[in-house]
């Protein structure tokens, strides 16, 4: 109850600060310097290596989105001329590569014609689903249940190539190609298809004219590109399993075309 009285006359007050013990500060200063420093090193080296990690593998796997939209009208046209007629292309299938903050990494497709992108794949895919509605309503056939299908079936379907080509690269022990890069590739399938079902609204027997014809083109195009994915991905080469591989990529683009290109309100085809 005398706690906080002030001093009494005669009693001498205890001292508030007692005098502090140099070997106690000595070994407290180092040892909490030693832990700040051991935690903050030890902190640094996991953090650092957990972030590298994660960005080497998000590069590997994703690399950066906004590469993919790096177009302009020349590379478009030059691009659909090389997807639809890959017979015509005397270039070469290599991509061009260029030095980035000390390594080497992919010119943007606006730079590059063999560059993969995003951007024909996505409006070539939102082409079918509409192009697939307008032939199931001059089929008297349209409904929004109809064309939702349509959509989910185009979904399947590019997920099936998507599949395809990721399934080959690690049959050859390659599956590190960036997995917006396979996205592309197998997108591509839609800008072949779009012209086979423009042919069937306008004639349809021209359909049947225009879907084998597709079909053998894109997968000359998947051939050529997936060859020269697993040339420069494989560490070790097997001739007769490369090319059995590329032969499957490229004969499983008849089923999946023809599937694709069945405009129905049938769920199964």
Known sequence: MYNNLGAQPGVPRPPTNPQPNPFGNSFYGAGSGLIRGGLGAYGEKILGSS??????????YFSDPQYYFQVNDQYVRNKLKVVLLPFLHRGHWTRITEPVGGRLS??????????????????????????????LGLQGL???EALNWLFVKGLLGWFTEVMLLKIALLS???????LLDIMAYGGYTFAGLCLAVIGKIIWSYLYYFLMPWTCLWMGVFLVKTTKRVLYAEVRTYDSSRHNLLLLIIAVAQFPILLWLGNISVNWVL
Do not use: C, H, W
């Open 51 to 60: 972030s590298e990690y994660v960005q080497s593998n998000i590069s590997r």
């Open 106 to 135: 992919y010119k943007p497709p606006i730079y590059d014609i063999n560059a993969p992108d995003l951007y024909i794949p996505f409006m070539a895919f939102g082409t079918y689903v509409v192009l697939a509605g307008l032939s």
């Open 142 to 144: 349209f409904s929004p």
């Open 172 to 178: 050859m022990g390659s599956g590190e190609a960036p």
